[in-house]
Nanobody, 117 residues
Framework: QVQIVESGGGLVQPGESLRLSCAAS????????MGWYRQAPGTQRELVAT???????YIADSVKGRFTISRNGARNTVSLQMNSLKSEDTAVYYC???????????WGQGTQVIVSS
């Protein structure tokens, strides 16, 4: 079983920054993939950024150059630094982790990010 705790969402103005954090814990001790998805109202959940244990990263084109993902493998934490936020970044952001050697994924409860003037 995996417990995922997210934090860092909130209301900011366009151009400002936020940092999302996610901590995974439980009976599983290592995760091949940790990352973030987001879902805006009326849209499908979309991949924002992921990082593997080997350090390979994926950043969606829509946030490239503005968002940075980082993780601490020993602590099973992953963070998303979001700079130069735009109104179109408004969404619920979900932490996603996938244990080593599996195709199983676990989701956090989501944290709301609202970018509005």
């Amino acid at each position: 079983q995996v417990q995922i705790v997210e934090s860092g969402g909130g209301l900011v103005q366009p151009g400002e920054s936020l940092r999302l954090s996610c901590a995974a814990s439980g009976s599983i001790f290592s995760f091949e993939v940790m990352g973030w998805y987001r879902q805006a109202p009326g849209t499908q959940r979309e991949l924002v950024a992921t990082m593997t244990t080997g350090g390979s990263t994926y950043i969606a084109d829509s946030v490239k150059g503005r968002f940075t993902i980082s993780r601490n493998g020993a602590r099973n934490t992953v963070s998303l630094q979001m700079n130069s936020l735009k109104s179109e970044d408004t969404a619920v952001y979900y932490c996603y982790v996938s244990p080593m050697g599996t195709n199983v994924g676990y989701w956090g409860q989501g944290t709301q990010v609202i970018v509005s003037s």
